[in-house]
T-cell receptor, first 113, second 114 residues
């Protein structure tokens, strides 16, 4: 089955700096890669996703890049703000509707004011 | 309001006492799933369902049962809970129609088995 590894497990940055979280996956058939943000005590929520036919996707301060050859994808957050502090999960799926998700272990991002 | 609900939100129980965690969604989603969240392990899928009366095992199904008798409900059953099932549980749902790939999560159920 699919295996998703996520690094780093914790990341501390100064407000205004950039943050990068990296994930690798094992199943070359995976074709959908979402990122979920989980604030303390809350449920995970989708923040951005990318499909295998796209190399990069941006949404304001957040971007995701995908390298299918190397089987890795990354989340980039620019101009970090304290409200970006949360746990971020990457995931991979090989079904057409993106339902069968395998999640990475999570990254706790701390943005210091 | 479109939402996924879970009950109870918190539960402390003893080893061997059967329990059920309910999950309900009002978005007419075909797909529903249960995850458990443990520190450092991310979210691991327990069971999932593609539609009514269609369920299948995820990555960590041992010790759990599910049923999908109605489209909106997907209860998680622990027939004989053990301490290693102490965890934070999330139910999620999503549409199988093209376009919206997002899984919508419930608020979570924190279960402690002593």
């Amino acid at each position: 089955g699919e295996n998703v590894e996520q690094h780093p497990s914790t990341l501390s940055v100064q407000e205004g700096d950039s943050a990068v979280i990296k994930c690798t996956y094992s199943d070359s058939a995976s074709n959908y890669f979402p990122w979920y943000k989980q604030e303390l005590g809350k449920r995970p929520q989708l923040i951005i996703d990318i499909r295998s036919n796209v190399g990069e996707k941006k949404d304001q301060r957040i971007a995701v890049t995908l390298n299918k050859t190397a089987k890795h994808f990354s989340l980039h957050i620019t101009e970090t703000q304290p409200e970006d502090s949360a746990v971020y999960f990457c995931a991979a799926s090989h079904d057409n509707a993106g339902n069968m998700l395998t999640f990475g272990g999570g990254t706790r991002l701390m943005v210091k004011p | 309001e479109a939402q996924v609900t879970q009950n109870p939100r918190y539960l402390i129980t003893v080893t061997g006492k059967k329990l059920t965690v309910t999950c309900s969604q009002n978005m007419n989603h075909e797909y529903m799933s249960w995850y458990r969240q443990d520190p450092g392990l991310g979210l691991r899928q327990i069971y999932y369902s593609m539609n009514v009366e269609v369920t299948d095992k995820g990555d960590v199904p041992e010790g759990y049962k599910v049923s999908r008798k109605e489209k909106r409900n997907f209860p998680l059953i622990l027939e004989s809970p053990s301490p290693n099932q102490t965890s934070l549980y999330f139910c999620a749902s999503s549409s199988l129609a093209g376009g919206d790939y997002e899984q919508y999560f419930g608020p979570g159920t924190r279960l402690t088995v002593t």
